[in-house]
C-alpha cells in the first residue's frame, strides 16, 4: 500500500501544552481531538482531518492543505505558519505521496523560505518539478551524482535517468529523486523519517469543527 503523508516537521521551541489549540491555530481553524480512527474514517488528504505524530522532541502535523500550497507555490507567504509553530528556527513543509506520484519538500529558516522542490508525476501541473532556492549541501550528493540511462523496452524519449551513488551500491530513478532527498532531509535535520522507522510515536488525531467559524482564512 503507497504512503500519504504530507504537513509539517518541526521541533518545537516551548513545550506544548494544549495540543487541540495548537493544532487550531496552526490550521486557522477550530478542531476537535477524536479517538483513534478506523481504517477508512481518516485520511490526512481530507481537508478536515489532521494528524500529529510525536517522536521525542520532534512533532510531524499531517494535513495535505498544510503544505501543498507552499510546495507548488514557492512565493506563498510563511509567516502565520512561523508564528504559530512559536517562531521556530526551523522547519519544514513536506509531501509524500505514492498515490499521486508527488513528493516535495520546503525548508523555512527564521522565518524565510530558503529552499523548496516539488517533483510530480505531472497530470493537471503544468510542470513536473518545481523548485526555488539554492540547493543545500546534502542535496548536492545526489543532484550532482553520477547516473545512467535506463534500457527497456520503452521508446527512447520515456527513459529515465538512473543516479547512483558509488560503484551503483545505491540506485535511484529520476522520477524518485526528490522522494529520496525528502527522506534524506528529515533523518538529517530531524532523526527521524515517519514512514521509515520501527519507532512507535504518540498519535493525536483531530477533525474540523463543524460548528466554530474559521479563525483565518486558508
Known amino acids: 500500500m503507497g504512503i500519504a ?11 506544548i501544552v494544549n495540543v487541540t489549540s495548537f493544532v487550531s491555530n496552526l490550521c486557522g481553524k477550530e478542531v ?18 489532521v494528524m500529529l505524530q510525536r517522536f521525542g522532541d520532534t512533532y510531524f502535523i499531517c494535513n495535505n492543505d498544510l503544505a501543498w500550497n507552499f510546495l507548488e507555490f514557492p512565493q ?8 504559530a509553530l512559536g517562531s521556530s528556527e526551523m522547519f519544514m513543509f513536506f509531501c509524500y505521496c505514492d498515490s499521486g506520484g508527488s513528493y ?19 497530470g493537471t501541473h503544468q510542470q513536473s518539478l518545481i523548485e526555488s532556492g539554492t540547493p543545500k549541501d546534502f542535496e ?14 520503452c521508446p527512447v524519449e520515456e527513459r529515465q535517468k538512473i543516479y547512483f551513488q558509488g560503484d551503483r551500491e545505491i ?3 529520476e522520477y524518485f529523486l526528490t522522494k529520496r532527498i525528502l527522506e534524506e532531509a528529515l533523518i538529517n535535520n530531524f532523526g ?27
Not at 32 to 49: E, M, N, T
Not at 76 to 83: G, L
Not at 104 to 122: D, H, I, K
Request: charged fraction near 25%; hydrophobic fraction near 35%.
Open 192 to 218: 527521524i523519517c515517519p514512514w521509515d522507522t520501527d519507532i512507535e510515536p504518540t498519535y493525536y488525531f483531530f477533525k474540523f469543527s463543524t460548528t466554530k467559524k474559521s479563525l483565518w482564512r486558508l
Open 171 to 173: 540506485e535511484v530513478p
Open 140 to 153: 548536492q550528493r545526489w543532484l550532482s551524482a553520477d547516473f545512467y540511462i535506463e534500457e527497456d523496452d
Open 5 to 15: 503523508q504530507a504537513g509539517i516537521a518541526f521541533r518545537p521551541i516551548a513545550p
Open 32 to 49: 476537535v481531538q477524536i479517538k483513534h480512527p478506523d481504517i477508512g474514517q481518516f485520511d490526512i488528504r481530507d481537508h478536515g482531518d
Open 76 to 83: 506563498t507567504d510563511v509567516t502565520h505558519a512561523y508564528s
Open 104 to 122: 516535495g519538500y520546503a525548508f523555512v529558516e527564521n522565518g524565510r523560505r530558503t529552499r523548496s522542490r516539488l517533483q510530480t508525476a505531472g
